[in-house]
């Protein structure tokens, strides 16, 4: 491998470390050789977020010109053009490897657009068009890395995974999306719940959620638990070296569903993560699972059920 493919998989690779801790450490239950296109393809889709999300001064326009010469040298890339950039030729490169589909990374790239001029979605069906570009595309990037005995079974449950883990983060970050002027949570779902952009707004300045929130964010959880209870199957699907691997990023990613219920999901009053005895307890338990164990437990609890305040 070239010097400076060598230097674009580590450049995926220090960005997945620091930012992804979570399915970072579940990656290191792969084999060696499979760990850096996974770091590729996590590296694109930070990279893309961090234009999106960690310019904040800059103007929208200018944040969608530097989203769409970035799009443009990858979509250049990929039609055998030279290109000058840190990352994309490890990218590239998995892309060719594994023969990837191009339209996911299309998908991908709309939805991060969406991100600069879209602040909420009246729907469940609107949010879920999103989420096809921005997650369940990359559980579809993801499976011919990891490997499958039926990648045509496997594929639905790869899409419902990446809703499932997009949805988690969703409902743990509703304070930090609001601060970026966006939510993730349904009009419909607010409505539903008597619940207004302005009380979570106040939500987050009180660092404390009403009941009406937590009824809904509660509801949110639900909706994430169906997801995850359609990726399940997907898992003894892969081969028998990637099964630890998601099984780990499994129940470390609903893990965050248990922690919102602890904290009776207020969300607002401080972030929901799983520590870290319970993720190296979580990735030690995936290593002596056998091989073809199913996956029986959906995260998050059987009835949500927010006491009164």
């Not at 998989?9 to 239950?29: I, K, Q, V, W």
């Not at 499976?143 to 790869?158: C, F, K, M, T």
């Not at 964010?217 to 099964?243: D, F, K, M």
Request: proline residues 6%; contains cysteine; glycine residues 6%.
């Amino acid at each position: 491998m070239d010097t400076d493919l060598t230097a674009a998989y580590d450049r995926c690779r220090e960005l997945h470390r620091r930012h992804g801790h979570t399915y970072y450490l579940a990656t290191r239950l792969l084999p060696g050789w499979k760990r850096r296109h996974v770091h590729a393809l996590y590296g694109f889709t930070r990279y893309a977020d961090e234009i999106v999300d960690r310019t904040d001064d800059l103007a929208p326009a200018e944040r969608a010109a530097r989203l769409d010469d970035w799009g443009g040298r990858f979509m250049a890339g990929l039609h055998g053009q030279p290109i000058d950039d840190p990352l994309l030729p490890a990218v590239l490169h998995t892309i060719a490897v594994f023969d990837l589909d191009r339209d996911d990374f299309a998908a991908f790239l709309k939805s991060m657009a969406m991100d600069l001029t879209v602040d909420s979605y009246r729907t469940y069906d609107q949010l879920l068009d999103y989420m096809e570009g921005s997650a369940a595309v990359i559980g579809t990037m993801m499976l011919p890395i990891l490997g499958s005995s039926d990648p045509v079974a496997a594929r639905e449950p790869a899409r419902q995974l990446g809703f499932a883990f997009q949805l988690t983060n969703f409902i743990r970050d509703v304070a930090e999306d609001l601060d970026r002027g966006r939510t993730y949570l349904p009009e419909e779902d607010l409505a539903r719940f008597g619940v207004s952009r302005q009380d979570l707004v106040e939500a987050r300045t009180r660092r404390r959620a009403t009941r009406a929130v937590r009824e809904l964010i509660a509801y949110e959880v639900t909706r994430a638990q169906a997801h995850y209870a359609a990726a399940a199957p997907g898992i003894t699907l892969l081969t028998p070296a990637s099964q630890a691997c998601l099984r780990t990023a499994y129940a470390l990613y609903g893990g965050i569903l248990d922690e919102v219920a602890a904290q009776d999901y207020d969300v607002f009053a401080r972030r929901a993560v799983v520590g870290q005895r319970r993720r190296l307890a979580v990735a030690a338990q995936a290593l002596l699972t056998p091989t073809g164990t199913p996956v029986v437990a959906v995260p998050g609890p059987p009835v949500p059920c927010p006491s009164a305040p």
